[in-house]
């Protein structure tokens, strides 16, 4: 029995000492492996270090060739402002500057008018002069129209001063918008239609006839000279 247990005792010893071995051997694997993958792994990290600090030739060129290309390329061109030259004075003008229109109306007058000193121009513009004239006694107004009356005033009508025009101060008859008033109020002393009588067969234009039916007292003109008194007072305006 004794020599029993001593042998059982050694195939426990023996099987311990196995299993030991065993052990030791997985452990120095274990560590052998462990230390295999770390170095690995520091290999791999030295490795990618080393490809991001080293770039190929051919990308340091093509790097190098791209920023020359830059430096190379011409700058855009900077607009240069150049001082724009005066125009030049207009030459004088040789010859009529304005063509004026007369219309002489039985019953008023116009003056027109337009600018033909630029003979190249694209459209021509005909305009109505305004026409200084007295409207009452001591009043002066421009009116597009005058009025085709000429008025025989009595001395107390109108004081001196009162029929002043801008080209004249004692005009010899008095034409107009002043005439038509005053002779509303008293047509026996009124010149109207001399017009009509200008170009009538039957009378001499020239005979002082108008007004046809004033008395004695007041002064005729003929119609010549009424026509002729407004051209007068159209051409001084």
């Not at 290309?69 to 010859?95: F, R």
């Not at 008025?151 to 107390?156: D, L, N, R, T």
């Amino acid at each position: 029995m004794k020599g029993l247990f001593s042998g059982m005792n050694k195939l426990s010893d023996q099987n311990d000492e196995d299993d030991n071995n065993e052990i030791d051997a997985s452990t120095e694997n274990t560590e052998d492996s462990t230390d295999t993958s770390e170095k690995s792994a520091i290999d791999s990290e030295i490795s990618n270090d080393d490809a991001e600090e080293e770039t190929s030739p051919v990308e340091t060129e093509e790097a190098v060739e791209s920023v020359e290309d830059e430096d190379d390329s011409e700058p855009e061109p900077v607009a240069e402002y150049t001082a724009q030259e005066p125009a030049p004075a207009p030459e004088p003008i040789d010859g009529p500057r304005y063509s004026i229109g007369i219309d002489l109306g039985t019953t008023h007058c116009v003056l027109s008018y337009v600018d033909i000193s630029d003979p190249e121009a694209d459209e021509i513009v005909q305009q109505v002069l305004e026409i200084p004239q007295l409207t009452a006694p001591g009043v002066i107004e421009d009116k597009p129209q005058l009025p085709s009356f000429l008025y025989q005033a009595h001395e107390a009508e109108i004081n001196d001063g009162e029929a002043v025009l801008p080209w004249t101060a004692e005009p010899e008859f008095l034409v107009g918008e002043i005439a038509r008033n005053l002779g509303a109020g008293t047509p026996i002393r009124l010149v109207s239609s001399a017009k009509s009588w200008l170009c009538h067969a039957g009378v001499d234009c020239k005979a002082a006839i108008l007004p046809a039916e004033s008395p004695e007292e007041v002064e005729r003109v003929s119609p010549f000279t009424a026509s002729k008194a407004y051209l007068e007072h159209l051409c001084a305006a």
